[in-house]
């Protein structure tokens, strides 16, 4: 079984750029979860995709973007960085939308993003 | 206030101890909780995922829940320096698809 992977690991861009972050899913999984996690902070949640819909999203504005793929895999893009973007980018996936429950969601090594 | 608070430590202990974490919230409408175990530079590790209150044990490790004090915990037995990380805990609320999260809480085993 193949986990949750992310590319790149690292990425360091300029303040007004745009960055593209990648995330394959684990084996079997067709939701994928993303989040920020600022340096000594727990992960917020950015949004969710599901069967390659957005299922939900948190308080992020509008120039984070995602995307999900056939296979389930995803992208998220973020437009016009600012300096405070800068962090630990986190995928999560999952399988399922089971009634009620949030399923349990597995975490890959993330993308740390620095901004400059 | 935050949704969830986590005392963010740090905690340091010795080999063999019994390390005790907790959190507190305030959305009442939460009802499944997880602990994770986050190594520096790594993802979140799901270790234990509990629903409604009670107590959930898995090897060494215990996660209790009391939702009329809004209150979790999770008890780590036999420390071991391996299990020296940042603990994060986590929670959602029925038909809701995110997890709210913790701060963390950095724990060091001393050998």
């Known amino acids: 079984e193949t986990g949750v992977t992310q590319s790149p690991t690292h990425l360091i861009k300029t303040r007004g750029q745009q960055v593209t972050l990648r995330c394959s899913s684990q084996?079997?999984?067709?939701?994928v979860s993303w989040y920020q996690q600022a340096l000594g902070q727990g992960p917020q949640f950015i949004f969710q995709y599901y069967r390659e819909e957005e299922n939900g999203r948190g308080n992020f504005p509008p120039r984070f973007s995602g995307l999900q793929f056939p296979n389930y895999s995803s992208e998220l893009n973020v437009n016009a960085l600012e300096l405070d973007d800068s962090a630990l980018y986190l995928c999560?996936?999952?399988?399922?939308?089971?009634?009620?429950?949030?399923?349990?969601?597995?975490f890959g090594p993330g993308t740390r993003l620095t901004v400059t | 206030q935050k949704e969830v608070e986590q005392d963010p430590g740090p905690l340091s202990v010795p080999e063999g101890a019994i390390v005790s974490l907790n959190c507190t919230y305030s959305?009442?409408?939460?009802?499944?909780f997880m602990w994770y175990r986050q190594y520096s530079r790594k993802g979140p590790e799901l270790l234990m995922y509990?629903?409604?209150?009670g107590n959930k044990e898995d090897g060494r490790f215990t996660a209790q829940v009391d939702k009329s004090s809004k209150y979790i915990s999770l008890f780590i037995r036999d420390s071991q320096p391996s299990d020296s990380a940042t603990y994060l805990c986590?929670?959602?609320?029925?038909?809701?698809?995110?997890?709210?999260f913790g701060a963390g809480t950095t724990v060091t085993v001393r050998a």
């Open positions: 986590a929670m959602s609320a029925y038909n809701d698809y995110k997890l709210s």
């Open positions: 959305n009442s409408a939460f009802q499944y």
């Open positions: 509990t629903y409604s209150s």
């Open positions: 084996s079997g999984h067709n939701t």
């Open positions: 999560a996936s999952s399988f399922g939308k089971i009634e009620g429950s949030p399923y349990e969601q597995y």
